[in-house]
């Protein structure tokens, strides 16, 4: 058996499969959680920076603005190892949960807080972008209607500026689950941790006794594949939903 052939022959095994597949859903929940709450934070930040402009609600707008910059020009790997060791863990979480240890479900919820922590303040940007890309006349236009300002960033503004940044937030929710792997230099269970794990143990599974040059080849690989086709998949079905969307009227805006 040649080295290629026993590195091809770790993926036959199920087990590995299987600890592979997991991988995967580690790495899909940790973005869908990371994503999520930074669009929820970075809209609270991005309407913080752009409209807290009085004398009473200026040190917010300037809070906003250190938290943005802070976590945006600074590497995502070094907020990952700051929040290892500092990020408080809540008690009630030290337990066993979705297969995993203590220790990893520990490692798992300061993982998603650093992500957290560096995807909002990139998706705050994005979404100021997306306001400051609304007229102004949407104000007055609302106001006239009888609006208060609350209303008219829920009903008028905020749609309008999510629709405008959805190519831009669509980026940036592929670079966070590929950002998801740099997650592997601390233990979380995510996808490269697994490949990672599995090249170290290939000499199990390979039939040669060893590990060879062709294990790291396919395993990661196999990485890159996975990768690829989740963000391929993300990519396509978005803008499949934007070619077809509807227009008020009912008429697609492919026809």
């Known amino acids: 058996m040649s080295n290629l052939e026993g590195s091809f022959l770790i993926l036959k095994n199920q087990a590995v499969l299987t600890y592979i597949l997991k991988g995967v859903a580690f790495t899909l929940i940790l973005s869908v959680v990371a994503v999520g709450v930074g669009i929820l934070l970075g809209s609270i930040l991005a309407l913080v920076r752009n409209y807290c402009t009085t004398k009473k609600t200026k040190i917010f707008r300037w809070l906003s603005i250190a938290y943005i910059e802070i976590f945006r020009n600074t590497p995502l790997l070094l907020w990952i190892f700051i929040c290892l060791v ?4 809540p008690e009630f979480l ?4 979705f297969g995993l240890t203590s220790v990893e479900v520990k490692l798992l919820f300061k993982a998603a807080a650093a992500l957290i922590l560096f995807t909002s303040s990139v998706i705050a940007e994005i979404v100021r972008g997306g306001l400051n890309s609304v007229a ?3 104000f007055e236009a609302g106001h006239s209607q009888g ?6 960033m829920i009903y008028i503004v905020l749609p309008q500026a999510y ?3 959805v190519p831009t937030l669509l980026s940036q929710v592929i670079t966070t689950i590929k950002d998801s792997s740099y997650l592997a230099n601390i233990a979380v269970i995510e996808l490269m941790s697994r490949v990672k794990t599995l090249l170290s143990a290939a000499n ?3 039939g040669t006794g060893t590990v060879n040059v062709s294990d790291v080849f396919v395993l990661f690989g196999v990485a890159a594949i996975i990768y690829f086709i989740i963000n391929f998949t993300i990519s396509s079905v978005v803008r499949y939903m934007q070619k077809h969307r509807r227009t008020p009227s009912g008429v697609s805006r492919t026809s």
Do not use: E, H
Request: aromatic letters at 22%; zero cysteines; glycine letters at 4%.
């Open 136 to 138: 102004q006349g949407q």
């Open 86 to 89: 500092f990020f408080p863990f």
């Open 147 to 152: 609006f208060n300002t609350v209303q008219i």
């Open 94 to 97: 030290s337990k066993k949960m």
């Open 204 to 206: 199990n599974y390979n």
């Open 163 to 165: 629709r405008n940044i």
